[in-house]
């Protein structure tokens, strides 16, 4: 079973708007409709989803690229951080965002892959318009 997943997605808005909202509390906090502690520098720590999800920020490429390791209260204790990358590419008056998933613990990478969709993407479509 694969471990690793790559998303694409179309949002009516700028590369910077996505980046500086995914890198603040606020921003993630209203783009994605839960609660989020965003530290958006290289090193820093964040939680999201209320805590569900937690890591930090290993690689930022400012309006362009966002290197994470990330992990859920569903990994087992002895699982490795999962990484997720973020390439933003902005053309026409709209951001495609292009996420890897990888390293994702045996038996969970449907879960997260449909879980991008629903809890990320979709707020984020009605956030950006």
Do not use: C
């Not at 290197?67 to 709209?94: I, M």
């Amino acid at each position: 079973m694969k471990n690793e997943f790559t998303l694409t997605a179309a949002f009516n808005t700028s590369a910077e708007a996505i980046y500086k909202a995914w890198l603040t509390t606020q921003g993630h906090t209203l783009m994605t409709g839960s609660p989020a502690t965003i530290d958006g520098r290289e090193g820093g720590d964040f939680t999201a989803w209320d805590g569900y999800i937690w890591g930090s920020f290993l690689e930022l490429e400012e309006y362009k690229r966002i290197v994470q390791v990330w992990r859920t209260g569903e990994f087992p204790e002895e699982a490795k951080d999962s990484r997720v990358e973020v390439l933003l590419e902005e053309a026409n008056g709209e951001t495609k965002l292009k996420l890897f998933h990888t390293i994702i613990p045996e038996g969970q990478a449907e879960s997260y892959k449909q879980g991008w969709d629903d809890f990320y993407f979709k707020p984020m479509k009605e956030y950006f318009g």
